[in-house]
């Protein structure tokens, strides 16, 4: 279950970055509140998460999901650059957080 809370806390964290682009500097009032829920519930369940796995581990698959989400986003709805080293380290991002799923022991086990 750690796991999962930790893959809703990383799609979270996307949620509060856009929202957080869409939001102007704080002065539309529907984003920047989308923001503070999406900020607030993403460290919520990072928190629950953290109860079971490593706080290094969770900590960098948090943030991983959260910067692969957000370039995903930008690409694709900000019309952001794509280009070969972009996608090349971004897939190497992928494949670390992928590794440490792999290796990742839990507390107690």
Known sequence: MAWIYLIIAGMLEV???TCLKLSNNFSNLKWAIGFFICATMSFVFLNKATTV?????????????????TVLIGILFFKEPVNFWRVFFISTLILSIGGLKFFAETKGA
């Open 15 to 17: 949620g509060f970055t």
């Open 53 to 69: 796995l490593p706080m290094g581990t969770a900590y960098a698959v948090w943030t991983g999901i959260g910067a692969v989400g």
